[in-house]
């Protein structure tokens, strides 16, 4: 099962910004690029949990407002000499609405479908 | 012979393509008719761009003239718009009565313009720009010179711009998104073509939503919904097309954005094929001119019984402005498995920047020297793999195959005489005999001696290479500590250059001092940002994406991802009104911690983001703005009782220390800035362990700076003694301006002061007199755009987005 769920449109967002979208039981952040790509990640740093949407987005990372772990947008690990890894999830455009599916996806699947 | 009818409904581009493929694949197989709805022959619209700015003629740009049609046998009706297709007669009739039966049907309808809906968009002078009607209605305009407004800076917006401009109109472009062709450019790039274009006197406003378009009995101007009103005798709406596919959809063909085809440009009935524009060929709709001639040759391939497959097209796009090289094709989005080369050549003007994935070109972006587009197109197409080429793949294809040359080679080999800086005109000779004859190691050495590549700096590796020739390995060119991996320029070089060059964006910093990411990363961004704020107060627009969270939401992040707030007290007074207000706030948002901070005020813990701007609300009412305990910019004035209430007090420190709180808030400083005013020697509020801190004696007050109570401890150093008031606060914020200008990002006063030497800050602020004045009026300058207090201006609405969820999921129990 993999349903999608409309959270809202691309313009919803600020361009190298991310907004937040609560299930209930968890928060997904999702991140709009400077060239309008769009990435779902858990909202939590695998370093302290510190709230990714709140970081700073640049090329396609994302760096932590806590202690500044820098994690991959797509695949949702930490880069350079970190390591963890936060939950990412499937997130398509269809026109200007975002598509958001809640069952997350490996990083490994992320590299293998490349 | 009775041949087969075959009718195409327009007489653009594609289906010119095709019926020239068609007659040279099976000539004579058709009875060819075309209805034309304009009154013309089939003309090349890609250069009706050179036709609006005057450097070509309609003749110049017919593709089949006359004879073409008669040599070919084909039947053209000019100016007959067809009405309606009747696919059970087979037959299609013209809005004139003619009425053509066909065993096969080509739709070729091409496009529609999209006019926006908004009011005054029907008004005579609001044109498109789509066919050579429009071109000659605009160069009818056009006659009586005046003012032109162009609503959208694409491709067509900004032809249309240029052409207009050469015809010796007044040419303004507004843009909704904030980069121009922000389809086939990246932000960069689009920055070169800003610049260029308005240096040809277009000017470009971005980030402008169209409201309405104002005027009686026609075009008078623009209305934006920031409220500017543009004048202007003429609005050309270039903001997009739609697939032209009404009469399609009225004959029951399938349509979706544009009519669907197939593979082989099938609609969904088998006798009609659709073509060019109006097609939609799996989910894409194609606008521009290579994909539309690919799928003309696969139509005419199956309208001879071929079974030629369309697989749809990469694109590319060249800008038809004469003297603007530009290209662009393929996704030059980032991601994690792509990579990037990118070459900057600021003084040339050229920027290229090629995407990669898995070892193959996937996108392409070019400005300045486009000579090898096609060359990176054609590998991107085909897909080769780049490996082998990678090292001088950017140089471009005549840098193949040959061997690659040591930089330093080259300018060893330079003669003396040869220009290596173009601003000051030193040669190669003067700066090697210079460096020999006085013992230079450094390049601050040799742009002081020599003046070389002290002023736009772009001869700098020039001139580390020649250093590096003469010094051998004495000389280490990366002395200077690079602000991020992003540049190789230290903080003091990028200050300085944002200054010289007159950088006033992001994108121009990173542009013209050969940035080599496109976006820049956490550490650099922040800084830029804090530079352009603190040297262009007026022009430069703050970026809150590239501003750490605190300063983006103006309040604390906490470890737990709550935040805290602190209202200012102004010098650290408060009443009791004051809190009452902050208790009543404490309550109702069940706030779990409230905290004396050190700087006199008081903090707010475990605050929920979504609550901030209600929190702020509150807090505003009873008269609270923001105490910016978060800003890398002036936080608290503490002090002590003064000559109000101490019998030590010789002066009034609190009231001093409210005047210079009330003064300074809000400004931006490149580290935090912590002050103090203590009413005498006995110093309670602790002034000399402050950024800036002041003593009160009884001849006037001792202005100290420098201190540091935090990961160093140190005490303050004495700036110099002042008699009133008003020079002590003249004084400060003199002081505190130079450090502004001066200082690296999270550079605290005191590492600054050690850089740049307590003398001489003495010198410009106590004895230069001019100085001290320049420094003061240009922090009073930009006082006048940073005292809005943030917490008022959310709480009415800005930012919103930051403190809402997008979306609350709810989600059903999964039994």
Redesign the interface.
């Known amino acids: 099962m993999n349903s999608w769920?409309d959270?809202?449109s691309i313009s919803?967002?600020?361009?190298?910004?991310a907004?937040?979208?609560?299930?209930?039981?968890m928060?997904v952040a999702?991140f709009r690029?400077?060239?309008?790509?769009v990435f779902a990640l858990e909202d939590k740093c695998p370093h302290?949990?510190?709230?990714l949407s709140?970081?700073?987005?640049?090329?396609?990372c994302v760096?932590c407002?806590?202690h500044?772990w820098?994690i991959?947008?797509?695949?949702g690990r930490a880069q350079g000499a970190d390591e963890g890894e936060t939950l990412s999830f499937p997130v398509r455009l269809e026109g200007d609405r975002i598509l958001l599916s809640?069952m997350p996806q490996t990083a490994e699947a992320v590299?293998a479908a490349? | 012979m009775n041949r087969e009818k075959l009718v195409i409904i327009g007489n653009g581009m594609a289906p010119g393509r095709m019926l020239e493929e068609l007659f040279e694949k099976a000539p004579g197989l058709y009875d060819v008719t075309i209805f034309n709805a304009e009154p013309r022959v089939n003309y090349d619209r890609i250069m009706l761009s050179p036709v609006l700015s005057g450097e070509k003629a309609y003749d110049d740009i017919i593709i089949h003239g006359d004879d073409w049609y008669r040599d070919h046998g084909v039947t053209l009706h000019r100016g007959a718009r067809v009405g309606a297709i009747d696919r059970v007669a087979k037959t299609v009739t013209a809005e004139n009565g003619i009425v053509a039966p066909y065993d096969r049907l080509v739709i070729a309808t091409g496009s529609l313009p999209f006019i926006i809906p908004v009011p005054g968009h029907q008004l005579p002078g609001v044109l498109a720009y789509r066919d050579l009607d429009d071109v000659e209605k605009m160069l009818d305009i056009a006659r009586n010179k005046g003012k032109a407004i162009v609503i959208g800076a694409g491709l067509l917006g900004l032809e249309a711009a240029y052409g207009l401009k050469r015809q010796g109109m007044d040419v303004t472009v507004v843009h909704l998104m904030p980069t121009i062709m922000e389809r086939q450019l990246d932000p960069a790039a689009a920055y070169l073509l800003e610049k260029a274009l308005t240096e040809r006197g277009i000017a470009i406003i971005t980030k402008a939503d169209t409201k309405a378009i104002l005027g009686t009995d026609r075009v008078e101007g623009v209305e934006l919904k920031d409220g500017r009103i543009l004048d202007g005798e003429m609005v050309i709406m270039a903001v997009g097309i739609r697939p032209a596919s009404a009469l399609a959809r009225d004959a029951g063909i399938a349509v979706n954005r544009g009519i669907v085809v197939d593979d082989g440009m099938m609609t969904s009935d088998p006798n009609i094929y659709a073509l060019g524009e109006c097609a939609e060929h799996r989910g894409t709709c194609y606008g521009l001119v290579a994909p539309l001639y690919e799928s003309a040759r696969i139509l005419a391939d199956r309208l001879c019984g071929g079974n030629g497959e369309y697989g749809g097209s990469v694109t590319n796009t060249k800008l038809k402005v004469t003297g603007i090289n530009l290209f662009s094709a393929g996704d030059f989005a980032e991601g994690d498995d792509r990579e990037e080369i990118v070459l900057r050549d600021a003084t040339a003007g050229v920027y290229k920047r090629l995407v990669l994935k898995n070892d193959r070109i996937i996108g392409a972006v070019l400005y300045g020297d486009t000579t090898d587009g096609s060359w990176y197109f054609d590998l991107m197409k085909r897909s080769v793999p780049v490996t082998e080429m990678r090292d001088t793949l950017i140089f471009g294809q005549s840098y193949q195959g040959g061997t690659t040359l040591d930089p330093r080679a080259a300018v060893a080999a330079l003669p003396a005489e040869a220009e290596i800086c173009g601003c000051n005109g030193v040669c190669k000779g003067k700066i090697v005999d210079t460096i020999a004859a006085r013992g230079l190691t450094t390049l601050d050495e040799v742009r002081a001696h020599t003046k070389a590549s002290a002023s736009c700096g772009s001869c700098t590796g020039l001139v580390e290479q020649l250093m590096s020739i003469t010094l051998g390995d004495a000389f280490n060119p990366h002395a200077v500590k690079p602000m991020c991996g992003c540049t190789d320029l230290g903080h003091s070089d990028v200050r300085r250059l944002i200054v010289a060059k007159q950088l006033k964006t992001i994108p121009a910093v990173m542009q013209e001092l050969e940035w080599k990411t496109s976006c820049g990363c956490a550490k650099c961004r922040p800084a830029l940002n804090y530079y352009l704020v603190c040297d262009w107060p007026d022009d430069y627009a703050d970026d809150y994406q590239s501003r750490f969270i605190n300063e983006r939401v103006h309040a604390n992040i906490q470890k737990d991802g709550t935040y805290s707030v602190v209202p200012r007290m102004w010098g650290g007074m408060t009443s009791s009104s004051e809190l009452r207000a902050i208790a009543d706030v404490v309550d109702k948002f069940e706030i779990p911690a409230v905290k004396v901070t050190g700087g006199q005020r008081i903090d707010m813990l475990g605050i929920r983001k979504e609550d901030l701007p209600a929190v702020w609300a509150d807090l505003g009412k009873a008269g609270f703005v923001s105490g910016q305990a978060y800003a890398k910019g002036l936080r608290t004035v503490k002090t002590c009782v003064g000559t109000d209430w101490c019998r030590f007090g010789t002066q009034d420190s609190t009231g001093l220390g409210i005047r210079i709180e009330k003064f300074m808030w809000g400004s931006w400083t490149p580290a935090k800035l912590k002050m103090g005013v203590s009413g005498c020697p006995r110093n309670c509020a602790e002034a000399t362990c402050k950024d800036i801190g002041v003593i009160c004696v009884d001849s006037g007050f001792e202005i100290h700076f420098a201190g540091a109570a935090g990961l160093d401890i140190k005490g303050t150093e004495v700036l110099g003694l002042v008699r009133t008031e008003d020079e002590a606060l003249e004084y400060i914020v003199a002081l505190t301006q130079m450090y502004r200008e001066q200082g690296h990002y999270l550079e605290r006063i005191y590492k600054w002061a050690k850089r740049i030497g307590l003398d001489e800050i003495r010198r410009q602020i106590m004895t230069d007199a001019e100085k001290r004045q320049g420094y003061f009026e240009r922090f009073v300058l930009s006082q006048k755009v940073a005292q809005v207090d943030p917490w008022s201006e959310r709480v009415s609405g800005k930012d919103k987005h930051e403190f809402m969820p997008m979306s609350e999921l709810k989600l059903e129990a999964a039994e």
């Open positions: 769920f959270v809202g919803d967002i600020p361009r190298r910004g907004r937040c979208v609560t299930t209930g039981t928060t999702v690029t400077a060239d309008d790509k302290r949990k510190g709230p709140q970081g700073i987005v640049h090329d396609g760096t407002p806590l500044n820098v991959s947008l797509e695949t809640l590299i490349e």
